[in-house]
């Protein structure tokens, strides 16, 4: 799409948040979810599949280059600096054949390509380079879009204390998405970082915010969820010793 095109599908998408928001409001919808005491960060397939180009599944790059690889790296410094656990997240599958009676694909091969994501190409479902995990932090490989769905995530978060989850990555319409709501349903308080969640398709990442901010998620900016991992330690020590 060109830019003319752009920002007249950004004006037509905020006047339609206008007139949901004015029926969200009048029915108790939009509450806050809020932030709580332990925070985890929760980096949905920001491997190089979906970051870089060249793949079915590449996203925005312009989005991924300029605010989402940034934005990360600023949120994965505030993560190591004050010891909050950060799990990297990434799809691939070991049996990508469509037409083999078993596969750990299931049924999605028959809507989207995932099949191009196989485990024996490494290079595909490692993590971008540019926001590499390090020692302590966890990279956990999933079959589905959520990130909850076939897991161990929800226990390895609570083993931890963890209750409260900022969510970033690819993509706004799927695995984000899902990852959120099944966050939320598992007990976890659910934050979408807006500047570090992308698509492939125009107006997709927009609508999708907004419609998570009004059932299922608190959404912040990068400078706010930076402020809140750097601040949070301190909080909640002066809580515990009042």
Request: aromatic fraction near 8%; include cysteine.
């Amino acid at each position: 799409m060109s830019d003319v095109d752009n920002k007249e599908l950004d004006r037509m998408l905020q006047k339609a948040f206008e007139a949901s928001t004015k029926i969200y409001q009048e029915r108790g919808f939009q509450r806050r979810v809020g932030f709580g005491k332990r925070p985890a960060l929760i980096s949905v397939d920001l491997a190089n599949a979906w970051t870089r180009p060249g793949n079915p599944f590449t996203c925005d790059q312009e989005a991924m280059d300029k605010e989402i690889i940034p934005g990360m790296q600023r949120l994965l410094e505030a993560c190591r600096a004050n010891g909050h656990p950060v799990i990297h997240v990434t799809t691939a599958y070991e049996i990508t054949d469509r037409n083999a009676g078993f596969t750990d694909m299931g049924l999605w091969h028959c809507k989207i390509p995932i099949d191009v994501v196989d485990l024996k190409n490494k290079d595909l479902w490692a993590i971008d380079s540019r926001i590499a995990p390090i020692e302590g932090e966890y990279t956990m490989l999933k079959k589905r879009a959520s990130s909850f769905h076939g897991t161990g995530l929800a226990g390895l978060l609570r083993a931890a204390g963890v209750d409260t989850i900022l969510v970033t990555g690819v993509t706004a319409t799927a695995c984000v998405r899902t990852t959120i709501c099944d966050g939320l349903a598992d007990g976890f308080r659910t934050i979408a970082v807006r500047e570090c969640i992308g698509d492939r398709v125009p107006g997709a990442v927009a609508w999708n915010l907004y419609d998570i901010d009004a059932k299922f998620a608190d959404v912040h900016s990068v400078d706010e969820c930076v402020d809140y991992l750097n601040k949070v330690n301190d909080t909640a020590s002066r809580i515990a010793a009042e």
